[in-house]
């Protein structure tokens, strides 16, 4: 495995049967975590999760308190979600979705888009994703706005933080992106209100976390015709059933939670250093805040 | 007119009915000229291109022989030709075309693509419109190279010329962006033969001109498997016939022509500049050079 070219000594097991004697245990490298796993381990020293989100850690009412906990985005991630983000801005904005009928219809008809310049991108998050990922839509000429829970300095992009830049932003946002971590603050915070604050038309983009957004309240928005469209890549319920309005709604562009992913050779990098740091008693990055959820 | 904005005193005619006396024209700015319009202008300066193309214009036998030709790139253009590569780049990098057809079948399945690092771009023409995707495709973590007649230096971006540099960048590109001009050396260029020397699985973008590519060879190699799939903005015949194969081709997206376009108020100026320079004796920008066809 990847980490032992960091850390020749470690010594890995795999769970869950490789685990062995749960005492011996002193990191756990996570993603969705069955609540009650960390009831057994007794001598944790560090949790490292694989991903950019722990909300799945952190529901577990067994989780240790003391101990650190990381998060996983590596430069792979950033890569990835940014690939990801631009894409489906460009996608939306340039009407491609719409060319794609056309074909079908092998039919030949323009839809001129506004300039870049008059479409202006939300991003809901400025964390490492949310930041890499404004940046980049600068470059591609869009007017960039952030919204976090505590204003941020990001270049060229104007920064709108607390509950009223929420609103202030949203107001001002022709398509919003949402990378926020998940917490009891941001569940369900695109809702019928929130919603309802966009400009008329507006495009919602989605590689969060599924319960961002108010299903119902979503459809909706969808089928009023206040929204101009949905790129959804995270669900409350994932695979996404395939009984869900989603899949087959025409306004909506479902992918299956692939928006970014850890690439393993840089990942191993980042976790390997989190645990040499942890043994020696300094502070893992990315350290979980665990008051803020994130 | 926004160019009036520029040359107050500018006398405007529009082309066919307010022409008036052919003798009073000095400038003619252009998109797709009628082959024996310009039989009719005998005082002619300047002709200015609407587009990034020429070959429109210089396909004319009876164009003025020692008059300056100016092309019309604006940032505008060179915006929305920077959106439209890095768009379809990442679209087929990310297998977005796989996910939309799982979506019609309500399917979630996921199909991981290499590291951006390892996906190979290969832009055939580095002038304004080429070397500016490609350093833009750079940012987005590709490997990228560019071919053009003479060598260029475009910051991370590995330059080919000639004849053999084709054959060497060909053999190397995942995928492959077509911007080149449109002379006697690139008609015809993605033929049977350096279609066969693209790695197995290569997609192939063309923003550039129908004529680039020879479209029996372009279909054969997408229907024997060698090339991954097109995405084609521009054709011989356009608009696009509706009985033409590609429009139904599983391995084809087709885009009616509208990679890029100049926002109007930002090629007035380029424009305005241009008058300005030849009344004044000088040389336009992006002056034609006739031997070379752009």
Not at 43 to 66: C, E, M, Q, T, Y
Not at 263 to 268: C, K, M, Q, R, T
Request: glycine share 10%.
């Amino acid at each position: 495995m990847e980490l032992k070219r960091h850390i020749p000594d470690l010594e890995l097991r795999a769970w869950p049967d490789g685990v062995g004697d749960p005492k011996d245990i002193e990191f756990t490298l996570v993603w969705n975590v069955q609540p009650g796993m960390y009831k057994r381990f007794h001598n944790l020293k560090g949790i490292l999760s694989f991903g950019a989100g722990v909300d799945h850690i952190l529901r577990d009412p067994d989780l240790p308190k003391n101990i650190p906990i990381s998060r996983g985005v590596s430069s792979g991630m950033v890569e990835n979600m940014n690939q990801y983000v631009v894409h489906w801005v460009l996608h939306v904005h340039r009407n491609f979705h719409y060319y794609g009928e056309l074909q079908r219809r092998s039919e030949w008809k323009f839809r001129r888009n506004p300039h870049a310049a008059l479409r202006r991108v939300g991003v809901l998050g400025t964390g490492i994703l949310g930041a890499a990922a404004a940046e980049m839509l600068t470059r591609l000429g869009f007017p960039v706005m952030g919204w976090s829970r505590t204003p941020k300095s990001i270049p060229g992009v104007t920064s709108y933080s607390g509950a009223a830049g929420l609103d202030d932003m949203l107001s001002k946002s022709d398509i919003v992106v949402c990378l926020l971590p998940l917490t009891a603050e941001t569940t369900g915070i695109l809702n019928a209100k929130t919603l309802a604050e966009l400009p008329e038309g507006a495009y919602v983009i989605n590689p969060g976390r599924g319960a961002h957004i108010i299903d119902a309240d979503m459809l909706a928005a969808l089928n009023s015709g206040r929204l101009g469209g949905a790129v959804l890549d995270t669900f409350m319920q994932e695979p996404l059933p395939s009984t869900d309005p989603y899949w087959k709604h025409p306004k909506v562009i479902v992918t299956p939670h692939c928006a970014s992913w850890n690439i393993v050779s840089i990942a191993a990098a980042h976790q390997a250093e989190n645990i040499k740091r942890v043994m020696r008693g300094e502070t893992p990055r990315q350290l979980v805040d665990r008051t803020h959820g994130y």
